[in-house]
């Protein structure tokens, strides 16, 4: 370890075999999903590229990089097997190094955790045919030719990873083939490789021995390791720090980057990687304790999201390295502003988790709240000053009008924001009545501040019509007044009904027998019939899709479910209401299917539903004719990153748009970069 001139534990250098770290914080193997042919492309590699222009010390890729052709990847992983990679590493590595900062990789054999039915249909393998729950595969059991080719491919993906410039790889040790054979709940072998742990550690002994023969020993190799798997008939502390300590005392590693925990289902992962409502750095202290057993380098990173917290592992030594992975998918340059004492500008990780989420829902993570991440091709995250100011007016202090006030702020516009209730936020100020979500909180917060900072100005309690708006003598308008709860297409009884809003908002507290009709599958509809469930209510929910809360991630959907069966809630899948009628003091609804003419009655005291919002868009339509695009946007250059020059009405006084869900029903982040992909060309 070398010493600073600051006084910032965070800022301290750190000494790393070889390899001088300029500071203590990286971010952890992580597989975003960016990859192309399995290849770490443009769009991967700005992304790590952003974070070492950011300052970071560490940017561990991959999560992980597959190592053999019968580990197809289960989330966008990359193809380590594959001689290919080794240009497209270099040129990540070269352009990782250039802005300072170093690059490892996460390497791994997947086992069982993932699924046959994609890339070359290969049959999964693992120790043991046991099924793992999240992705369900039903492996073979590894034969003695499985083994031996499986640990030449370790070999060779270490070679090729370093090969390609990186400073080191990490081995996965959580979840994965290699502590699938360590594990005596996956592990049911009889043979050399199976029963007593020194015959579970064969396989791994084999694989460490092959790759740090292939790299030497000057190459740094690690692993992340579950250290205890909290299972039950699994590896437990005592056994993991055993283990440890054994790898320590043959040279073949490192560091160790601990993990507590498993991942076998999404119950498991979210307390492996909590989200919002579960308490940061959960497992600091047990990590400090293994810290106490070791001379390797010990590394972590679990909910570490914000400053503060990485800077206490770090003074307390817990850790050598603390790991802020979301806080900089958030954040990349996180590390530059504290360098630069700007941490207050810092842009919070509020632990949404729809990063980890839409890995698993739509094939790519995002970052709820910052639209540039993995966009960095087109999308900014550092705006520069216009070459020319102008007058810019904004109607709506949700968050997509509070993020399309702070881009023009920063492009040095003079901005002014209309909001007609007493507060900003919008819609999250709803969700962050589910005592859980009040992390949400942070997306307004640090937008609020930020426009302080810019000068922005906020007119509170103030309706802007159209005459408000052009008495302004705006230059460009947007529009960003949100949406209205709409409701469910009912054959009769729509009166009768109320919606998640009112539940959320505190307008209403059902009680008694509670009908949920959920026609939209969001947070919203979860949040709102948890807080029934919650208050006592016998509670049904139904739906008319396959599943509850389909537009929920796996890992947000945990607590909802823990919830709903906590309080006997009763979930019913493929019905649709139908009609409410009132009778006898009471409400009589009509429940039917899309999938046959059959029908039901539920009698229940109240009916709540929830089909999404409608757009608020009067004071666009009122402003329109007025506009000299008359509202259109140039789509082609909305994609491409292209400034708006469209021209419809040459008489117009303003450009005119509407952004979030002034457009349609959507979510933050769609709100986010309609706001951030406008106003970055203003």
């Known amino acids: 370890m070398t010493e600073s001139a600051s006084p910032d534990p965070l800022l301290q250098p750190y000494r790393f075999k070889h390899l001088t770290l300029r500071n203590r914080v990286f971010s952890s193997a992580h597989e975003p999903a960016y990859s192309e042919d399995g290849m770490p ?44 990679i080794v240009p497209w590493i270099r040129r990540m590595t070269d352009d990782v190094h250039e802005h300072g900062a170093a690059c490892m990789i996460q390497i791994t054999h997947l086992g069982r955790r993932t699924g046959w039915a994609q890339d070359d249909w290969l049959p999964v393998v693992a120790p043991s045919p046991l099924r793992e729950p999240a992705h369900r595969a039903i492996p073979k059991e590894a034969e003695d030719w499985d083994i031996d080719r499986i640990v030449g491919k370790y070999a060779d993906a270490a070679e090729r990873m370093r090969a390609g410039g990186m400073d080191g790889i990490e081995i996965e040790s959580y979840g994965h083939l290699f502590d699938q054979f360590w594990s005596p709940v996956t592990n049911r072998r009889d043979d050399e490789y199976g029963g007593d742990l020194d015959a579970r550690m064969t396989f791994g002994w084999r694989v460490l021995r092959a790759v740090r023969e292939r790299v030497g020993p000057e190459f740094i ?18 056994i ?31 307390e492996v990687i909590p989200i919002h409502g579960m308490p940061s750095v959960p497992h600091l202290d047990f990590v400090g304790t293994v810290r106490e057993h070791t001379d390797l380098t010990v590394m ?18 817990k850790v050598d390295l603390v790991g802020m992975t979301r806080a900089f998918m958030a954040e990349p340059h996180l590390m530059r502003k504290v360098i ?16 980890l989420d839409r890995i698993y829902e739509a094939g790519e993570a995002l970052c709820i709240h910052n639209p540039a991440t993995s966009r960095e091709q087109t999308m900014p995250h550092v705006i520069e000053p216009a070459s020319a100011k102008r007058r810019v007016v904004i109607v709506g202090a949700g968050p997509a009008g509070l993020e399309a006030a702070r881009v023009a702020g920063e ?18 100020n709803l969700a962050t009545r589910n005592p859980r979500r ?35 003598t705006p230059d460009v308008v947007i529009v960003a007044t949100g949406g209205q709860p709409q409701l469910p297409e009912l054959e009769v009884g729509a009166d009768r ?58 890992m947000n959907s945990v607590p909802y479910a823990r919830a709903f069966n906590e309080c006997d809630t009763r979930i019913t899948l493929h019905q649709r209401v139908l009609s409410v009628r009132p009778e006898d003091g009471r409400l009589c609804a009509e429940v039917g299917s899309d999938h046959s003419p059959h029908r039901t009655v539920r009698h229940v005291d109240w009916v709540v539903t929830d089909h999404g919002t409608a757009a608020l868009a009067d004071t666009y339509f009122e402003l329109r004719a007025s506009s000299s695009n008359l509202g259109a946007v140039d789509y082609g250059a909305l994609i491409d990153g292209r400034p708006q020059d469209l021209v419809r009405n040459p008489d117009g006084a303003f450009q005119l748009f509407r952004i979030g869900d002034a457009v349609s029903s959507r979510n933050i982040h769609a709100a986010m970069y309609d706001a951030l992909r406008l106003a970055k060309d203003l």
């Open 438 to 472: 009040t992390d949400l909180q942070g997306i307004v917060d640090w937008r609020l501040a930020e426009c302080a900072r810019l000068g922005v100005g906020i007119r509170y309690d103030t309706f802007a019509d159209g005459e408000l708006v052009s008495s302004l």
């Open 240 to 270: 993991g720090l055993e283990m440890l300590g054994r790898i320590e005392s043959e040279g073949l590693i490192d560091f160790v980057n601990v993990i507590r925990g498993n991942v076998a289902d999404e119950v498991a992962l979210t």
């Open 41 to 84: 492309k443009d769009r991967y590699r700005r992304y790590h590229v952003e974070k070492a222009k950011g300052g970071i010390a560490l940017t561990m890729t991959a999560g992980s990089a597959v190592v053999a052709e019968d580990s197809p990847p289960a989330f966008g992983n990359l193809h380590a097997y594959d001689d290919a």
């Open 497 to 554: 009904v109320v919606t998640s809003w009112d539940v959320l908002g505190g307008d209403v507290t059902p009680t008694g027998d509670v009908l949920f009709y959920d026609d939209n599958g969001t947070h919203s509809a979860l949040s709102a019939a948890e807080m029934i469930a919650r208050s006592g209510a016998r509670l049904e929910i139904v739906t008319p899709e396959r599943m509850f809360g389909i537009e929920v991630g796996g």
């Open 300 to 317: 972590h990173a679990a909910k570490v999201d914000e400053v503060a917290s990485a800077r206490h592992a770090i003074r307390d030594g």
């Open 340 to 355: 630069e004492g700007r941490e207050a500008q810092i842009r919070p990780c509020v632990g949404a988790t729809y990063c």
């Open 221 to 238: 190799v690690g692993l992340r390791m579950a250290i205890d798997e909290r299972l039950a008939g699994g590896i437990d502390t005592p």
């Open 411 to 428: 492009r040095g516009h003079d901005v002014t924001v209309l909001e007609a209730m007493p507060w900003a936020g919008g819609q999250i």
